[in-house]
């Protein structure tokens, strides 16, 4: 469910005006932000970057004394889908995102006239395989992860549907507790992370699936990202803490979530280890943690100095107050990067650095 919050932030120079055009499709693309669009940052993607948008568009207001940063919870994908629809003040300035941008994204946002785009990371996640603290515990190793999720399992000469109805049907030393997974939908960063740092990760366990991505890596990522649709798995909506709050009613089930969600939630949730390994601020930040991953904020460069407040916004994100050691988004679940990743992306930050096309 999309959820929009408006905070307080920066108004400040009025926007030019810019004339629009109809894209494909017959939406309204504007050809720049438009003097009668609006006055305020806007911000959409990643339920996981989410609550670290809208703590700095807060922090923002109260510094400032300005108004309305706002920011969108659509999951990654659908994030940078609105992103990428058209440069306009119709279309947010920033994408959030659980993963970096993919070479379509990235086609799709030059189609529509979005080029000179900004790459910022703002620091580590981990996504955690957790349940109610009244549940079984679970210690996982990757490959089981991925025998318990996938829609299909080598099989002879050939590969047959998943027939595990508990965890005990696919290792002995798991609890025999029905699979019943609450994750991100296909949209979501987190889900896209998850399948290829779990998932993709367990199918390389299985010799079958190993040499299937030696000979045809294709084939092998279509047998490795598909998760089973026979109920074992249920794609819960765009809402982690929604996620965390079914787990308390179904101890037995397992939810799939950003890190931040667990620190938040530890009275109530506790998370399995992978490969021995259990999800921590040190583990992640050290990548000793399998299911470790990046976020970011893509920023489009022709609204810098255009939309009132973004180049304070976007200040602000990088600032060592915010995402370095010790600052205030570490206290919301973020793992900071190291002092001189963070340095190169204030840096980056500060000349606008704007990317190539991604190679995939």
């Not at 779990?198 to 190993?210: F, Q, S, V």
């Not at 996620?243 to 089930?253: D, E, F, G, R």
């Not at 979530?257 to 021995?276: I, P, R, W």
Request: net charge neutral; glycine share 10%; with cysteine.
């Amino acid at each position: 469910m999309m959820k929009t919050f408006a905070y307080l932030a920066v108004a400040a120079v009025a926007l030019s005006a810019c004339g629009q055009q109809a894209p494909k499709g017959g939406a309204e693309k504007a050809a720049g932000p438009s003097a009668s669009g609006r006055d305020q940052v806007w911000a959409a993607g990643s339920s996981t970057v989410f609550p670290f948008a809208t703590r700095v568009a807060e922090n923002v207001a109260k510094t400032t004394g300005g108004r309305a940063a706002k920011v969108e919870s659509l999951g990654t994908g659908g994030g940078f889908k609105l992103f990428c629809s058209g440069t306009g003040a119709g279309f947010p300035d920033i994408a959030n995102a659980s993963r970096a941008i993919k070479k379509s994204e990235f086609e799709q946002c030059a189609a529509n006239g979005v080029t000179d785009i900004v790459e910022i990371k703002i620091g580590y996640d981990g996504i955690v395989i957790a349940n109610a603290k009244s549940g079984p515990t679970y210690n996982f190793k990757i490959d089981q992860v991925y025998r318990g999720l996938a829609a299909e399992l080598p099989q002879g000469a050939g590969f047959a549907k998943n027939a595990a109805k508990s965890w005990k049907d696919v290792d002995a030393s798991l609890p025999a507790q029905a699979i019943l997974v609450y994750g991100p939908p296909p949209t979501s960063g987190t889900r896209d992370a998850f399948v290829e740092l779990g998932l993709e990760k367990g199918a390389r366990k299985l010799p079958a699936l190993e040499a299937l991505r030696e000979k045809d890596e294709d084939a092998f990522k279509a047998k490795a990202h598909t998760i089973r649709s026979d109920g074992a798995w249920v794609d819960a909506g765009e809402n982690d803490n929604a996620i965390v709050q079914t787990l308390t009613k179904t101890p037995n089930a397992i939810g799939v979530f950003g890190y931040s969600f667990l620190e938040n939630n530890m009275d109530t949730v506790k998370a399995a280890t992978v490969d021995g390994v259990a999800p921590t601020f040190e583990t992640i930040s050290n990548g000793t943690y399998p299911v470790s991953r990046s976020l970011y904020i893509y920023v489009k460069k022709a609204n810098v100095g255009v939309i009132p407040g973004l180049r304070e916004y976007v200040n602000a994100f990088v600032s060592d107050a915010a995402t370095g050691k010790g600052g205030y988004l570490q206290q919301r679940g973020l793992i900071p990067l190291a002092a001189e990743e963070h340095a190169a992306q204030k840096a980056s930050a500060t000349e606008l650095k704007t990317i190539g096309a991604p190679e995939k």
